[in-house]
């Protein structure tokens, strides 16, 4: 195995690992073994945890911004945030079982604090920074459009949590109908008063 291969193989060992089992639940050795990697080869690519939180972080950044990407050639800033929203049902029973990997890792990393709970952090400030510029582009004044930013992440990761608490995915596809009225109903930027 190529020493690339090996580092995408620990890295996407991990990123599996810290969402099914959790980061303070998962071994060295178990991300080696899932990598079919030497125990030792962790190591030289990853000297801390949180060499290794940065590393998935990344890898999970990298993935959302390739859909964020695909979003983005959308006409409109509303049909773009409906694609996230739509984007919540291929991943419904995956977080129903596991919850949401991106917000287990910040719970996790942010009981340690310190480098690893920034680290974990930095998909959801980036997704937050998305909607918020689609909110604006929208025709919201900023401190409108972190607030609609702020209540999409947030209702998103409610349902999730109950969904993965009850083992249920209603409340996702509850939540992805009521996210899609909301902002289907938001009025386009011609319409809404000036503030």
């Given at each position: 195995?190529?020493?690339?291969?090996?580092?995408?193989?620990?890295?996407?060992?991990?990123?599996?690992?810290?969402?099914?089992?959790?980061?303070?639940?998962?071994?060295?050795?178990d991300i080696a073994a899932a990598a079919k990697v030497p125990v030792g080869n962790v190591y030289?690519?990853?000297?801390?945890?949180?060499?290794?939180?940065?590393?998935?972080?990344?890898?999970?950044?990298?993935?959302?911004?390739?859909?964020?990407?695909?979003?983005?050639?959308?006409?409109?800033?509303?049909?773009?945030?409906?694609?996230?929203?739509?984007?919540?049902?291929?991943?419904?029973?995956?977080?129903?079982?596991?919850?949401?990997?991106?917000?287990?890792?910040?719970?996790?990393?942010?009981?340690?604090?310190?480098?690893?709970?920034?680290?974990?952090?930095?998909?959801?400030?980036?997704?937050?920074?998305?909607?918020?510029?689609?909110f604006r582009a929208m025709g919201f004044p900023d401190k409108v459009a972190r607030a609609h930013?702020?209540?999409?992440?947030?209702?998103?990761?409610?349902?999730?949590?109950?969904?993965?608490?009850?083992?249920?995915?209603?409340?996702?596809?509850?939540?992805?109908?009521?996210?899609?009225?909301?902002?289907?109903?938001?009025?386009?930027?011609?319409?809404?008063?000036?503030?």
């Amino acid at each position: 195995m190529a020493v690339a291969d090996k580092r995408t193989s620990l890295v996407r060992a991990a990123d599996t690992l810290f969402h099914h089992t959790g980061f303070e639940h998962t071994s060295i050795a178990d991300i080696a073994a899932a990598a079919k990697v030497p125990v030792g080869n962790v190591y030289y690519y990853f000297k801390t945890r949180t060499d290794l939180v940065k590393a998935v972080t990344e890898h999970r950044l990298a993935g959302v911004e390739a859909r964020r990407a695909e979003w983005d050639s959308l006409a409109s800033p509303r049909d773009r945030l409906l694609a996230y929203v739509d984007s919540f049902e291929k991943h419904t029973e995956d977080m129903t079982a596991h919850g949401c990997p991106v917000g287990s890792l910040c719970l996790e990393a942010n009981k340690q604090g310190g480098d690893a709970a920034k680290e974990a952090s930095a998909v959801f400030r980036s997704s937050l920074e998305w909607m918020r510029i689609q909110f604006r582009a929208m025709g919201f004044p900023d401190k409108v459009a972190r607030a609609h930013a702020a209540r999409l992440l947030g209702a998103r990761q409610g349902s999730v949590l109950l969904s993965n608490t009850f083992k249920d995915p209603t409340y996702i596809r509850l939540e992805i109908a009521r996210l899609k009225g909301w902002l289907g109903k938001l009025p386009p930027a011609g319409e809404r008063k000036k503030s």
